[in-house]
Each structure stands twice: as C-alpha cells, then as structure tokens.
C-alpha cells in the first residue's frame, strides 16, 4: 500500500455491516495466528476491533490501489512525524 495515497477512515463511520465484513475479511487473510493460542474468527475479529476502538490500528484506503486494509497505526508513522495524517473533521 502506498502511504501517500492513503486516507484513514474512522471505524464508526462505516455502517457495522460494513465494519464486521472488512474486519472478518482482514483477519481471515492474515494467514497466522498469534502466539501458540488458536482464536476463532470471531476472538480474532473482537482483537481487531478493540485495537481499532484504542486507536492502536486504523482503517485505511488506498485510493490508487482501490483497497482498504486496517492497518496498525505504528506501522504508518513516518521519521519525524508523530503519527499518520488524521481523518478530515466532519462537516
């Protein structure tokens, strides 16, 4: 994913419906699981949502590659820079 191109949705702005596909689908795409303990898909889905809900991962769109993948928000800071851009505030 290219950094530049991407735009941080916040995760209550998607409709659950929306929410719980995207964080099924990325957590089922993952190939691995953490540490020895095997999680189901919905302990796995419930991780992913916390970490969302702590700000510790976020959602992000690729607009020129046409993807979203959640992504931890470690993983998109940048030398000097204190964090990934925000979400534009809504209207």
């Not at 691995?32 to 916390?50: E, F, I, M, N």
């Not at 969302?52 to 976020?58: F, H, K, S, T, W």
């Amino acid at each position: 994913m290219n950094k530049e191109n991407g735009v941080i949705v916040p995760y209550d702005r998607i409709s659950a419906e929306a929410l719980q596909a995207l964080l099924e689908e990325s957590v089922s795409r993952e190939g691995t699981d953490s540490g020895y303990t095997h999680l189901t898909l919905a302990q796995k889905v419930d991780q992913v949502r916390g970490q969302l809900a702590r700000g510790e991962a976020v959602i992000v769109c690729d607009l020129a590659a046409e993807t979203t993948n959640i992504v931890l928000r470690r993983d998109l800071e940048r030398p000097g820079q204190k964090g990934p851009p925000q979400p534009p505030e809504p209207p």
